[in-house]
């Protein structure tokens, strides 16, 4: 049975701890290792808690949330219309599950048997959502990376999903990953749709997965339960059609409706800088009716849509609701999560992008993690952190050399992505974009007119000039090297063994023994083991021979030492203390 621990919509590090009964360096290092630096005072949010509990390992341990019970509701009723005006619309489908069990080929096998020929040519970019048509109705896939995305979107007051495909892969089975991806949904109030994967693999146990759902409470409907578990493949293409219908199905039996016939809003789901195409976003349309010559204002910013563009590439017509589109000709980045609307004029548009600019930056605050912040969460998904960087060269020779350079410096962490390029002067242009972007200026024997510098220095844009090509890239690769997570290095230092308890109280504990390995040292950090299972991390804070401190304690030598520890640790005569040291040491690429 789990034990459930309360726990508020943000909670500081320092209190998360506190209820983990974990040393507080511990849940740190398992942020910084998710790539959020947060220090003990700084505040995250529940499912950050959440996937930070699961990743310290604590199965037994539920975090519940500590506030009332209303977070979805109003969302969800927003997207499931009960406007008489309503229509169908396509359900918006997201796949989850644990890593390597077949997502992205599963989506690729559907979009490569579903998506218009000839669109495809057009893809350049990772795109976040599309719309495939099986027999003559739509579905939209979220290529969701992971419920990063979720909690992210969730974040911004906003679900978008109305069906989770859970995929579970027939030859390895429920994973801790799958799991989480099931609580996920369940949490969320999302429809449940199980895909057995790789059901072409010989060594596939389908009862074995229906008895580990059932476990999950997910209860196969031939065994009596409400889960309906299909079988696919994404190499054969069996049972992609099945899975396919009985998306449609249950989109029939939830009754998804929106009105078509009014401007439209939605949410932006996706947004970066384009190298003569400027901020590029997609968005998703929930209601209403997009067309080309709307005026679209999402957070603090705004565009005439001038083409229409699906995701893959086509042109459309017009975009209805469930479709995601590409929106290009926005004045600013607009953010991931922020909502979007249609306005009459431009006029208008220019005064409500200024409003919500406004009202967005007070609002800020309380999410405690910027956008950009939550963007790289959701990329986390395939570890990689990206520097956005625009160069400019003093002719297209060098400018190629530059960016050959740069790409080599990649790897599976972090990565340079290059927002724009040219040759030429830097320009207000390029300061636009770059604080946009929130990229670094490189310029290779170039000038940077006084104009622009001051620019520069208004909206704090970084601008490094060079003349040798590599000292620029030296200087690229100290910024990647500073994004890369630290390491966490741990030296072991010795072991006591508990001979006496002195005094024990809620957070310390003062107790003797001998020292029967290594050398003992403090401030230490320490393992109280019992049977060779951790009971608690604790921090040593003093070390003494006989009644007086000492320094270092040898083995074969007695002493007393008191540790401190969040939650009270009972500690045992025979229980073993492993003394040890943690740094994080920074990397180099
Ligand atoms: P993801 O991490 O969940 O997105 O998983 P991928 O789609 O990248 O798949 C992981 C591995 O499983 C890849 O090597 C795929 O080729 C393989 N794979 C995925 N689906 C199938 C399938 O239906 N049959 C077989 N035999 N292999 C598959």
Redesign the pocket.
Known sequence: MATMIEVEDMITVGALAERLSLPVTQVITVLMKNGILATVNEKIDFDTAQIITGELGLEDIELVRKSSAVEEAPVRQKFVSTDPNAEARPPVVAVM??????????L?AIRSANVVKGEAGGITQHISAYKIMHGDRGITFLDTPGHEAFAALREHGAMLTDLVII?V?ADDGIKPQTLEAIRFARKAGVKMLVAI?????PASDINRIKQQLSEAELMPEEWGGDTVILG?????GEGLKELLDMVLLIADVEELKAVFKAPATGLIIESHMETGRGAVAEALVEQGTLKPGDFVVAGGTYAKVRNLESTTGGILKEATPSTPVVITGFKALPEFGDAFEVVKSEKEARAAASGEGASRKSGAGTLEMSSNELIRLINRSNQLQELNIIVKADVQGSLTSVIDSLKTLDNAEVAVRIVGSGVGAITENDMHMAHTSKAIIYGFDVTLPANVKQIASRDKVSVRMYKVIYELIDDVKAELTSMLAPEVIETPLGRLVVKGIFKTTKTEVICGGEVTKGKLTYPALARVMRDKEEIAEVEVTMLKRGPVEAKEVQEGEMCGMTFVSKARVDIAEGDHIEFFTRELKTRSL
């Open positions: 599950g644990h890593v390597d069990h077949g997502k992205t080929s599963l690729d995929v892969a994967t790789k059901i072409d693999k696919v493949s994404a190499k054969t």
